[in-house]
């Protein structure tokens, strides 16, 4: 029988978490069209849920849509905020709806309980630098999840905590083959999936548990949100001395904009790395890729994990570690703010050296619209540049200044156009000069030096088949990572990780008839 709008709201009630509610009052008024015509009032207060008829009172929030965009949505086949911007469901109050959807498990289609059949996924024994070292791991998105997949890559054993009604919500996006997201696939490799309701009492007592054996906790919330839950490091260190806890913020845990919302671009905006970026005289330039998430968050969070577990190995004690993407993006204008400092004057967004202001360091266009970079820096390479091209005419080119320096660069890029890049690489290949081709997306997998360092690991998912993820990028001579998985289903390593904090079989099936743990299916 197909899914329908009324089998959806009737089921409110049965799927409300009190514990996600404790303190919250708020009205909501349910105005659903089309091919069935239904009208609900879902009253929240304290703890406690009322699904009532018709439209009731005065509401805080008034969602309303078509019954059939309705099922889409509960039933996961239509993207809430598509629906949003497209106009397809309208809701009065964006943050009370996002506050509403907080306090519901999922709908399930079937109707049927979770599952409480134990089932044990066998992984490989993890190796490497850090082999033994146990990582709880509350983070999502991007930030953190790269930083513990390349510390699991090194040997560690990641456990990824999620609550099995609001998971990663990576695993939601787009692209998906067989509806499973590539971008969740590339972030989450070799780690263990804990699905657990970690804000009831039982959900805490397992985390505690779980901490009683862990090395490093990892979170990505907003400052406060896990002492709130009862799981912020003053506890938890009461438990556990040698927990080594790291908070990845944009803002830091002590600020005036700790409580901030932001991202990857408000974060560089602020660093300063943002404001340097671009072509003389133009606005500034989004890059490319998300600079503060990875170098500032990924990178900076497995520096923070391994710098820590080295002093513990000293003092014999945890620490709370502050990561903030904001603070470890100032860095990125390290020489910019030296220029700034010494000579009291902006260098100006292309003019710096580094930054496109030269013609022997700088991106050039070829005949095929392909692209090169030029680094030739330092005189030697500048020079043999000019004498393979027989123009020692610009051996000096660094030392000119204004007319002069633009003209030659001109003449640099109308003579990279003569070509195509091939023809270049080609030309040059065996001249020292720093030339190296600016490869598109599509080329990477296929680029020599890239395959020669093992840059991407080939595998195989039972549904989706074969495809290609990044793999870290340090290489350890005593150790090859040879022993990786594919991101874990949701709960696929429940039972092991409850089993190996000495859970019987019975207390398992228990947690899970309560929906307080989610099982492999």
């Known amino acids: 029988m197909p899914v329908t709008a009324k089998q959806i709201l009737e089921s409110i009630p049965g799927r409300f978490r009190a514990e996600k509610a404790l303190g919250y009052s708020a009205v909501f008024h349910f105005d659903i069209y089309g091919e069935e015509d239904l009208q609900y009032t879902v009253n929240i207060e304290n703890g406690a849920c009322r699904l009532q008829t018709g439209l009731v009172g005065k509401a805080d929030c008034v969602i309303g849509t078509k019954s059939s965009i309705y099922v889409d949505l509960e039933t996961g086949k ?62 999502r998105l991007l930030p953190g999840p790269l930083a513990t997949m390349f510390l699991a890559d090194m040997g560690a054993d990641v456990i990824k905590v999620e609550d099995p009604d609001r998971p990663d919500y990576v695993r939601d996006f787009e692209p998906k083959i067989d509806g499973m997201s590539m971008f969740y696939l590339s972030l989450n490799r070799s780690k263990r999936s804990l699905a657990i309701n ?15 054996h862990a090395d490093v906790l990892i979170e990505q919330f907003r400052p406060g949100i896990m002492k709130e839950m009862g799981m912020g490091y003053e506890e938890l260190s009461k438990t556990n001395p040698r927990l080594v806890y ?81 603070d470890a993006s100032v860095p990125f204008s390290a020489l910019q703010f030296a220029y700034q400092q ?24 070829c005949s095929d619209g392909k692209y090169v970079a030029l680094g030739s820096l330092e005189p030697k390479f ?31 890029q109308q003579l990279f156009k003569s070509k195509t890049r091939a023809e270049w ?22 680029d020599p030096y890239l395959n020669e360092r093992n840059m991407f690991l080939n595998n195989e998912h039972p549904t989706i088949g074969k495809y290609k993820t990044i793999n870290q990028p340090l290489k350890f001579k005593q150790t090859n990572f040879d022993n990786n998985w594919n991101a874990p289903e949701l709960g696929d390593d429940t039972s092991a990780v409850l089993a190996a904090l000495n859970y019987d079989e019975n207390h398992i099936k228990q947690l899970a008839e309560k929906g307080i743990i989610k099982l492999k299916k």
């Open 382 to 412: 500048w020079n043999a540049f000019c004498e393979k091209l027989n123009r020692k005419d610009w051996a000096t080119a660094f030392l000119k200044k204004g007319e002069e320096l633009e003209a030659i660069k001109s003449d640099v």
């Open 198 to 212: 970690y804000l009831s009492a039982e959900g805490k007592q397992v985390i505690r548990d779980l901490v009683k």
């Open 246 to 326: 790291v908070s990845i913020t944009g803002y830091g845990q002590q600020s005036a904009m700790s409580m901030a919302a932001g991202h990857d671009l408000n974060y560089i905006a602020i660093a300063g790395a943002l404001g340097i970026t671009g072509l003389p005289d133009g606005a500034p330039v989004i890059p490319g890729f998300q600079l503060a998430d990875i170098a500032g968050g990924s990178y900076m969070a497995m520096n923070a994990v391994t710098a820590a577990l080295y002093q513990r190995e000293k003092t014999g004690k945890g620490d709370f570690v502050d990561v903030a993407m904001t």
């Open 78 to 139: 239509a993207n809430p905020q598509m629906a949003l911007m497209l106009g397809n469901v309208k809701v009065s109050n964006i943050a009370a709806m996002i506050q509403f959807s907080r306090c519901f498990r999922k709908f399930e289609a079937t109707g049927a309980k979770p599952t409480s059949e134990t089932h044990y996924v066998k992984r490989p024994v993890k190796k490497g630098p850090l082999a033994g070292v146990r990582i709880i791991d509350f983070t």
């Open 342 to 365: 010494g000579l009291k004057k902006e260098p100006g967004r292309g003019k710096f050296e580094l930054t496109g202001a030269l013609p022997n360091y700088n991106v050039y266009a």
């Open 425 to 446: 690489l080609d030309f040059f290949k065996n001249e020292d000069i720093c030339l190296t081709p600016v490869n598109e997306l599509n080329e990477l997998e296929h």
